[in-house]
């Protein structure tokens, strides 16, 4: 079987590529990294991938606000084929800078409903730890995760809002796929901590599942304190279960 190709969408300013590549190839994944600048080099970008992830990160420093200008840049050069790709029914995968980016596209939570990533209500930049559970929904990412994950959040903007309507619409839809049970590190209605599309296809999570594929990488592995931390490694698997089935 031919190991799947996993793509990885990075602008100036993103810092975790590096680590979602080394996660994505312990998934079984083999990786490519795209700069949206350069896109225009590479014609074939995103046709043969069989994922999609848009990478963290602060790109163009955050300039204008979280996401902004990666978004731009992405839709001036791989919107469409970003759209191709999900219509083909390839999973995409947002982290932290790159579910901000989503948002700003419109492709989470979906054209025309009215929701962002604010301000962490603290005020502050928030760098911890944090358990996640998975509740039911259509997220083909989350599929099987009872146990929920353990990984690190580190954003100032990651606070999920929206409006009664597309709050009603994303429960009706069973769109929430993960929320925060360790306690709402930044205000987050409902405590999500990310959303997936109506297709089930498209996640955008602010945590980083990509730093917790070791179990070494969480700070109490060494300490046998509580309940064994479970792995953001499962969440990456299932997108490669996804794109191989």
């Given at each position: 079987?031919?190991?799947?190709?996993?793509?990885?969408?990075?602008?100036?300013?993103t810092?975790?590529?590096?680590?979602?590549?080394?996660?994505?190839?312990?998934?079984?994944f083999?990786?490519?990294?795209?700069?949206?600048?350069?896109?225009?080099?590479?014609p074939?970008?995103l046709?043969?991938?069989?994922?999609?992830?848009?990478?963290?990160?602060?790109?163009?420093?955050?300039?204008?606000g979280?996401?902004?200008?990666?978004?731009?840049?992405?839709?001036?050069?791989?919107?469409?084929?970003?759209q191709?790709?999900?219509?083909?029914?390839?999973?995409?995968?947002?982290?932290?800078?790159?579910f901000?980016?989503?948002?700003?596209l419109?492709?989470?939570?979906?054209?025309?409903?009215q929701?962002?990533?604010?301000?962490?209500?603290s005020?502050?930049?928030?760098?911890?730890?944090?358990?996640?559970?998975?509740?039911?929904?259509?997220?083909?990412?989350?599929?099987?995760?009872?146990?929920?994950?353990?990984?690190?959040?580190?954003?100032?903007?990651?606070?999920?809002?929206?409006?009664?309507?597309?709050?009603?619409?994303?429960?009706?839809?069973?769109?929430i796929?993960?929320?925060y049970?360790?306690g709402n590190?930044?205000?987050?209605?409902?405590?999500v901590?990310?959303?997936?599309?109506?297709?089930?296809?498209?996640?955008?999570?602010?945590p980083?599942?990509?730093?917790?594929?070791?179990?070494?990488?969480?700070?109490?592995?060494?300490r046998?304190?509580?309940?064994?931390a479970?792995?953001?490694?499962e969440?990456?698997?299932n997108?490669?279960?996804?794109?191989?089935?």
């Open positions: 079987m031919t190991t799947p190709l996993a793509s990885i969408l990075t602008a100036p300013g810092n975790r590529d590096g680590d979602v590549a080394f996660a994505l190839q312990l998934a079984g083999r990786t490519e990294q795209i700069d949206v600048r350069q896109v225009g080099s590479a074939n970008s046709r043969e991938s069989a994922a999609v992830v848009v990478a963290g990160g602060f790109s163009y420093a955050d300039a204008l979280a996401g902004r200008l990666f978004a731009l840049e992405l839709h001036h050069a791989l919107h469409d084929l970003l191709g790709a999900i219509q083909r029914g390839v999973p995409v995968l947002g982290i932290c800078n790159g901000q980016v989503l948002v700003r419109g492709i989470l939570p979906g054209a025309g409903q929701a962002a990533l604010g301000h962490n209500e005020g502050q930049f928030a760098c911890q730890w944090v358990r996640l559970a998975a509740p039911s929904s259509r997220c083909v990412w989350t599929t099987g995760l009872t146990d929920g994950v353990d990984c690190p959040i580190a954003h100032g903007e990651g606070r999920f809002t929206c409006d009664d309507t597309t709050w009603a619409s994303l429960v009706a839809n069973e769109q796929a993960l929320q049970t360790s590190p930044n205000g987050s209605r409902g405590g901590a990310g959303i997936c599309d109506p297709s089930g296809l498209v996640l955008g999570l602010m980083h599942p990509e730093n917790h594929v070791l179990a070494h990488q969480h700070p109490l592995y060494s046998n304190q509580g309940e064994p479970r792995l953001g490694l969440l990456l698997r997108g490669r279960l996804h794109a191989v089935a």
